[in-house]
């Protein structure tokens, strides 16, 4: 353990019988989301009818300085309109497959798969980028794809031709996601070592588990061992420090994807967690704190940040340590936590394991 390192990482971990029962498939990878039954119910669903996301992504960033922190209006204004379909197949996709979880609706489980087969039989995604913001997205919307698709394959009532579509198509963009990236690596790039690269671990293992690939789950693996190589020895992570007012932000956002990968770890037998002597718990602890009092990250990046906004904590900030409470339980964190709310994170793929 890298000296009194040891002590902030301890002092955050103290403290179907029925014949319609969805079993966890029999799958050699697992994801969270199989560790328990859900009885499957005929509660109604209705499925909003969804179009096929574009063949090719065209998008840009909306940063006006080099650090990245500053947001333009009229670019963020034209993201988020170019970004808005994207969101749009996310969200509906991930609510029924939460609709599920919650109430075991087979209808619900049926509509995932009715988004998701529309975006397979289209090839949706699978074509050029136009920007690294492009892919991006695609990035991102694999990820949430993938977690809707594993909260209800145990009952979504697909043919096998429709799960071997669906998932053909998640393989070949969890490829082009690893390629890409991979491509980034051997140049040494800032978003192959920061938290996108952690999203991309996230969305990749997500599919691999999905279509059952080990390489694709290994590659994800991979990804999260780097993030949590890179946190220093006060907890923070370098690169997102350098995001000047959106360094908080960004610790938060790389917690994310990194505190998930840890539960898709544990759902196959890895303890991620203690990886690196524990040093997660680092990251957590400091950017936790930062919620409550972010001076140490403000004199750390120079400049008063942006998060929270006064006192108001957004759910996007919290919502992802759900599963880690439940490993580590900590008053103040879950104060923390309740403060946010409990709303759907669409990167995510909506509600995190609980």
């Known amino acids: 353990m890298r000296g009194w390192q040891s002590l902030m990482a301890l002092a955050l971990c103290f403290g179907c019988v029925m014949p319609a029962c969805a079993a966890a498939p029999p799958k050699s990878l697992k994801s969270p989301w199989d ?19 574009p063949h090719d992504i065209e998008a840009s960033d909306f940063y006006s300085d080099a650090k990245h922190s500053v947001i333009d209006p009229k670019r963020k204004a034209a993201y988020d309109a170019a970004q808005k379909q994207f969101m749009g197949v996310m969200e509906e996709a991930e609510h029924a497959a939460d609709e599920f979880q919650r109430n075991g609706s087979s209808a619900a489980a049926a509509c995932v798969m009715q988004v998701l087969e529309t975006q397979a039989a289209a090839n949706a995604m699978t074509g050029t980028m136009s920007s690294n913001q492009a892919n991006y997205v695609q990035n991102w919307t694999l990820g949430g794809l993938a977690i ?21 198509w998640m393989k070949t963009i969890a490829q082009q996601v690893q390629e890409w990236f991979d491509g980034r690596r051997a140049k040494n790039t800032t978003d192959s070592q920061n938290n996108h690269y952690y999203w991309a671990g996230f969305s990749v293992m997500a599919a691999g588990i999905a279509v059952d690939d080990q390489k694709l789950f290994d590659w994800g693996v991979g990804t999260y061992k780097a993030g949590v190589d890179r946190i220093a020895p006060d ?24 505190v998930t990968m840890a539960e898709m770890g544990e759902a196959n037998g890895l303890d991620l967690y203690s990886y690196d002597h524990n040093m997660l718990h680092l990251l957590v602890s400091r950017s936790m704190a930062g919620l409550v009092d972010n001076h140490y990250f403000a004199a750390k990046a120079g400049t008063e940040q942006d ?17 880690y409470l439940r490993r580590f339980p900590d008053m103040n964190i ?21």
């Open 307 to 323: 998060t929270p906004e006064g006192t108001k904590i957004k759910s996007e900030d919290v919502i992802w340590v759900t599963p």
């Open 35 to 53: 560790a328990h039954v859900v009885k499957v119910s005929d509660v109604s669903y209705h499925c909003a009818k969804v179009d096929a996301l």
């Open 334 to 354: 879950q104060a923390l936590l309740q403060r946010g709310g409990s709303h759907s994170y669409a990167y995510l793929g909506g509600m995190p394991p609980s």
């Open 148 to 168: 809707s698709y594993l909260k209800v394959r145990a009952a979504s009532g697909a043919t096998p031709e429709q799960t071997s579509a669906v998932q053909a």
């Open 235 to 258: 907890g923070t992570l370098p690169l997102e420090m350098a995001r000047g007012q959106r360094a908080l932000h960004y610790h938060l956002f790389a917690l994310a994807p990194l």
